[in-house]
């Protein structure tokens, strides 16, 4: 351990996954994940059932963190915390153990915005990935974001468009609910699709002006579809899983390509990095490296673990505000709503 290391304790409880991880430097030492799955059986998110299982789970999983990373709460150079955006009760548990650990402490708060972690997962140190140049596109990609972002620094962002409706990871999981698969569905979308004929069935994209995002038309016409279909046959989702499943994301999948092709022209950049919990789709991944050889872009896509919510891409977004000296008061709020 190096006597110019900065040890970064990070903490994110943004949604249901209470996350604790310890980077030294850029480089991440433990990366703790405790899920809920209490949530299953409500086919969503319930924001208290949620903030009660934070309150249960941080201690435990930053002693865990501690633990793994073979270091002790006395060498923490800097506590990261997501500040927002997400569910306002998840985030004030996060926010208050980390005020309250680093008062006790004497060492620096550092308020994270969720969003821009996603981004900056790409700068964590890891030996088979690249790490993008400035400036370059992210396309963020989660349950509750969609957006292409021109990244031109570590603190500068510009969003080119976003989602006016839902986020793509409501569409997989909204669309994966009326097939009636189980909470969260994306995954056995993504799962059924891998087997399926993607042009079994036709859905028209939205036309939405610029590089904004729609999905709720989407959504809708899928419903109708389903239920069109079931009155005909009420046996057609078991015996056409896969065709459907596969014809749905390649839909999706299609509405991001497009909408990346044209904020490339639009901007000239051509390094594209992606974050966010739905990057973790197979079919995404492939549309990617796929497009990568057809235009010529540099693409980037970051270590499975860093793709859904984790600590660790807090506390890379944590180091870097710390060597600027971005450091926040015990003042500093929780925000549900939080720009870029």
């Known amino acids: ?8 304790l990070a903490i994110e409880s943004s949604c249901d996954d209470t996350s604790a991880a310890i980077l030294e430097n850029t480089k991440v030492l433990s990366n703790i994940v405790a899920r809920q799955e209490i949530h299953e059986e409500y086919g969503g998110v319930v924001p208290e059932l949620a903030s009660r299982a934070h309150q249960q789970n941080i201690v435990p999983v930053v002693d865990i963190a501690l633990k793994k990373a073979n270091i002790t709460k006395d060498m923490l150079s800097a506590i990261a915390f997501t500040q927002g955006p997400g569910l306002m009760g998840s985030l004030l548990v996060g926010g208050s153990f980390a005020k309250s650990l680093a008062l006790a402490l004497n060492i620096p708060l550092i308020a994270v915005n969720h969003m821009q972690a996603h981004i900056l997962a790409h700068f964590i140190d890891e030996a088979e990935y690249d790490k993008p140049d400035f400036p370059f596109l992210a396309l963020t990609i989660s349950g509750g974001h969609t957006q ?6 570590f603190f500068e962002f510009k969003i080119l468009g976003e989602t006016t409706d839902d986020a793509v990871g409501e569409a997989f999981d909204k669309t994966a609910k009326i097939l009636g698969f189980s ?9 059924y699709a891998q087997k399926g004929n993607p042009k079994a069935y036709t859905f028209t994209k939205p036309k939405v002006e610029g590089l904004d995002f729609s999905f709720s038309g989407l959504k809708t016409q899928i419903l109708y579809f389903i239920q069109k279909k079931t009155q005909e046959n009420p046996n057609f989702i078991e015996e056409n899983k896969a065709d459907i499943c596969a014809s749905i994301q390649y839909t999706i999948i299609r509405i991001l390509m497009d909408k990346l092709q044209v904020a490339v ?32 872009w540099k693409t980037f896509i970051p270590k499975f673990e860093y793709t859904t919510d ?22 500093v709020v929780s925000k549900a709503r939080i720009e870029l």
């Open 1 to 8: 351990m190096s006597p110019d290391s900065k040890y970064i």
């Open 148 to 153: 292409i972002v021109q990244v031109n620094s």
């Open 183 to 191: 909470y969260p569905g994306g995954p056995f979308i993504d799962k």
């Open 265 to 296: 022209l639009q901007t000239g950049i051509k390094q594209i990095a992606i974050g966010g919990g739905v990057s973790a789709n197979s079919g995404i991944r492939k549309a990617l490296k796929e497009t990568e050889k057809k235009y010529g």
């Open 310 to 331: 984790n600590a660790a891409m807090i506390g890379i977004v944590g180091y870097y505000k710390f060597m600027e000296s971005f450091f926040s008061d015990s003042s």
